[in-house]
Nanobody, 124 residues
Framework: QVQLVESGGGLVQAGGSLKLSCAASGRTFNSYTFGWFRQAPGKEREFVAVIRWSGGSTYYRDSVRGRFTISRDNAKNTMYLQMNSLKPEDTAVYYC?????????????????WGQGTQVTVSS
């Protein structure tokens, strides 16, 4: 059974940094795509960043490109999201997701497995 466990959220002032982690277990993930999504109150869940487990190709939402960096450690089966220059509009619950996803990497319903979410709050 696949499990994804996020950690690293918290409260930070605008301009600050946080690093999220997603520990994955339950199978091998060579053919999987891993992603970070977020959901703010009253809004739909949205794509933040994605990484192909094999090969390491990455994709970012425009509003975070240059500020956020997604990475993974294959040996530890762990994915990360380094978030710098945080803004109040980055405030949301951040979710880790995994699935065998083709080209539509930004579509949440295509991901089979989800973590429980971690709150990120950026104060102005």
């Amino acid at each position: 059974q696949v499990q994804l466990v996020e950690s690293g959220g918290g409260l930070v002032q605008a301009g600050g940094s946080l690093k999220l982690s997603c520990a994955a277990s339950g199978r091998t993930f060579n053919s999987y795509t891993f992603g970070w999504f977020r959901q703010a109150p009253g809004k739909e869940r949205e794509f933040v960043a994605v990484i192909r487990w094999s090969g390491g190709s990455t994709y970012y939402r425009d509003s975070v490109r240059g500020r956020f960096t997604i990475s993974r450690d294959n040996a530890k089966n762990t994915m990360y999201l380094q978030m710098n220059s945080l803004k109040p509009e980055d405030t949301a619950v951040y979710y880790c997701a995994a699935g065998r996803v083709g080209t539509s990497v930004a579509t949440p319903v295509l991901y089979d497995y989800w973590g429980q979410g971690t709150q990120v709050t950026v104060s102005s």
